[in-house]
């Protein structure tokens, strides 16, 4: 069975820094790409970043370019969201989710639980 | 970057079909798979259709996806209508190097 499960996430101040962490099990996941999808209280869905299996390719949403950092440990099984000059628009459950390609992204199988990210002073 | 628009709810009664429309805004629609995403009140998401028309396994056949290059759109169809589907739907596709969400569509089942 596909578990992904999400940690790190809690309340930080404008300006701080936060790493989430994705351990997954069930699947050989040095053979897939991986996601971090996000959602704002009350909205919808949000793509944050793509890494695909061997992180050869990595992709970001412009709303993110430049203070997160997507990266991934194959001998670990983990994926991880280094999260940097983080703002209030930040605020969000974030989602690590499998993709359903080895070497793109292009959409997505399985979905973890979300770990909260809440920034506020 | 390219939009992808949904309405914003749909309702039906039980035992009914439903078609929730995904309009791409620019790029055709059939140049890059599109996926459909259920997500019922506090819980993660789940896919019920990939690459286009395609349904993971566990996902009943009253699910179904296509797409119309015509008007630019993909389409998921529920027949049957039970009341567990009352959820929030989206529509997902991408280009070169990104992914773009579709803003949802709340299905209400009375």
């Known amino acids: 069975e596909v578990q992904l499960v999400e940690s790190g996430g809690g309340l930080v101040k404008p300006g701080g820094s936060l790493r989430l962490s994705c351990a997954a099990s069930g699947f050989t996941f040095s053979s897939y790409s991986m996601n971090w999808v996000r959602q704002a209280p009350g909205k919808g869905l949000e793509w944050v970043s793509s890494i695909s299996s061997s992180s050869s390719y990595i992709y970001y949403a412009d709303s993110v370019k430049g203070r997160f950092t997507i990266s991934r440990d194959n001998a670990k099984n983990s994926l991880y969201l280094q999260m940097n000059s983080l703002r209030a628009e930040d605020t969000a459950v974030y989602y690590c989710?499998?993709?359903?390609?080895?070497?793109?992204?292009?959409?997505?199988?399985?979905w973890g639980q979300g770990t909260l990210v809440t920034v506020s002073s | 970057n390219f939009m992808l628009t949904q309405p914003h709810s749909v309702s039906e009664s039980p035992g009914k079909t439903v078609t929730i429309s995904c309009t791409r805004s620019s790029g055709s629609i059939a140049s890059n798979y599109v996926q459909w995403y259920q997500q019922r009140p506090g819980s993660s998401p789940t896919t019920v259709i990939y690459?286009?028309?395609?349904?993971p396994s566990g996902v009943p056949d009253r699910f179904s996806g296509s797409i119309d290059s015509s008007s630019n759109s993909a389409s998921l169809t529920i027949s049957g209508l039970k009341t567990e589907d009352e959820a929030d739907y989206y529509c997902?596709?991408?280009?070169?190097?990104?992914?773009?969400f579709g803003g949802g569509t709340k299905l209400t089942v009375l």
């Open positions: 989710a499998r993709d359903l390609s080895s070497t793109s992204c292009y959409g997505i199988d399985y």
């Open positions: 690459e286009d028309n395609q349904r």
């Open positions: 997902q596709s991408y280009d070169s190097s990104n992914q773009v």
